[in-house]
């Protein structure tokens, strides 16, 4: 699964009830469960008799630390209304993974069980994640009850497609635990993006010596990959077109990989007309060599070093301020000081709205970062903050400043 992991604390104050159901995907519940707990969400584990057949309520209280509810008459629930005050309070419930048997309960209103009892009497939202054999999802009643739940309001997530429990291939498997993470986070991110579409450029980029030499930079992604992934949780269409990294995909991004600047380049200014908003992170590289060597530069007897001669880079960001409609665009700078007078420069420069400075290299690599944001009204500083909480904040910014929606081509 290309995904990133659990974010500590990124779901921190949420109560979400995970219902499960008979399948034998119930074992990706306990990495799923594991995850939401990691990123600071309480739990409470709901199961039906046939879940429990597939792993045990042992198994999913120790990783919940919740005691797990399979009962209507749960002797512990004082007032027998388990099915009322297990989601009280939560922030939404999750069935996953959800049988064929439990979307026909769902879609007709069956309060059959605790858990299907749950459902009727929330006043929560309520998410499904279907995993079944190809044949059961495709079959026309199944498809007919989640086109039911999709108009009752219920958000299907999934299936994937591929090999199945039974040895067959097709569409029913259930999402991986990370892409069912992914979904609920995004599930609970404002949607301050909605509509948009995001170019962004992220990590170093590769400007080949010779065949196998090269130059390129400290710079990791993770920044760039962060935002992506926030632009993607705020609801936008994000493309992001990534140098060499060894980065995961951030879940629902399109990504393009490219090495060189004139790759990026290229790559950009291919997509940027159907794009709102592009945001530069990447570290291009401003030159690189005007002949690439065909065979491997060889040491000579005598000692003889190679000399190279430079061509620039496109700068592809200004390129993109440049443009005759250009997309509201922002760009990033790492200073080694001076941070102040060589961003706003380099702003005006580029001639783009909004420049996100940083006092940069010593960030490569690093989890967490602390930036300026600069434009011509004057700048402001944000607090230091891990990369991924640093990209919701700067998202949430940029979406502040984007032209209204209805004077967008
Ligand atoms: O490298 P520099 O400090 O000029 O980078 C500032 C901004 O310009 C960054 O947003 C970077 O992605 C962008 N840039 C670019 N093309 C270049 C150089 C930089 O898009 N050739």
Redesign the pocket.
């Known amino acids: 699964m290309n995904t990133a992991a659990a974010n500590p604390g990124e779901l921190a104050g949420k109560h979400l009830v995970i219902g499960m159901t008979g399948g034998i995907a119930c074992y990706k519940i306990a990495e799923l469960t594991r995850l939401l707990t990691k990123a600071g969400a309480t739990v409470q584990v709901v199961m039906t008799e046939a879940a429990t057949q597939f792993i045990t309520p042992v198994t999913m209280q120790a990783l919940s630390g919740r005691p797990v509810y399979t009962s209507q008459w749960d002797a512990r629930m004082p007032n027998n209304m388990a099915h009322i005050d297990l989601s009280r309070g939560a922030d939404a419930i999750v069935i996953a993974p959800a049988s064929t048997d439990f979307l026909a309960k769902l879609a007709h209103g069956f309060a059959d069980g605790l858990l299907s009892t749950l459902c009727v009497a929330r006043d929560c939202p309520l998410l499904v994640v279907p995993a079944m054999n190809r044949q059961m999802w495709n079959n026309p009643a199944t498809q007919r009850n989640v086109a039911q739940l999709s108009a009752d309001g219920i958000e299907t997530l999934g299936p994937d497609s591929g090999p199945q429990a039974c040895g067959e291939v097709g569409d029913g498997r259930m999402l991986e635990p990370e892409a069912v993470y992914e979904a609920i986070v995004s599930f609970f991110a404002p949607k301050v993006l909605a509509q948009r579409r995001v170019l962004i450029?992220a990590g170093p980029t590769f400007e080949p010596l010779d065949p196998v030499r090269g130059i390129t930079n400290r710079s990791s992604g993770k920044m760039g990959f962060a935002l992506a992934r926030a632009a993607q949780q705020a609801g936008a269409d994000v493309h992001l077109v990534a140098g060499p990294v060894t980065l995961e995909t951030p879940w629902g991004v399109y990504r393009e990989d490219v090495q060189t600047?004139q790759q990026?380049?290229d790559a950009v200014m291919r997509a940027v007309p159907d794009y709102d908003v592009f945001i530069?992170?990447?570290?291009?590289?401003?030159w690189r060599v005007d002949h690439i060597a065909t065979q491997k530069i060889k040491k000579t007897a005598e000692g003889r070093v190679p000399g190279f001669t430079f061509v620039e880079?496109?700068?592809?960001?200004?390129?993109?301020a440049r443009l005759p409609h250009p997309p509201y665009c922002?760009?990033?700078?790492?200073?080694s000081g001076d941070l102040d007078v060589h961003a706003e420069q380099?702003r005006v420069r580029?001639n783009v709205p909004l420049?996100i400075g940083n006092l940069g290299p010593q960030t490569f690599g690093l989890d967490d970062n602390e930036v300026v944001l600069f434009e011509a009204a004057g700048s402001t500083k944000l607090p230091r903050a891990a990369k991924q909480a640093l990209a919701q904040t700067l998202i949430a910014e940029i979406a502040r400043r984007l032209p209204d929606q209805s004077i967008i081509s």
């Open positions: 450029t600047a990026m380049y530069g992170v990447a570290a291009v590289a401003d880079n496109p700068d592809i960001l200004a390129s993109v922002v760009g990033f700078a790492a200073e380099k580029k420049l």
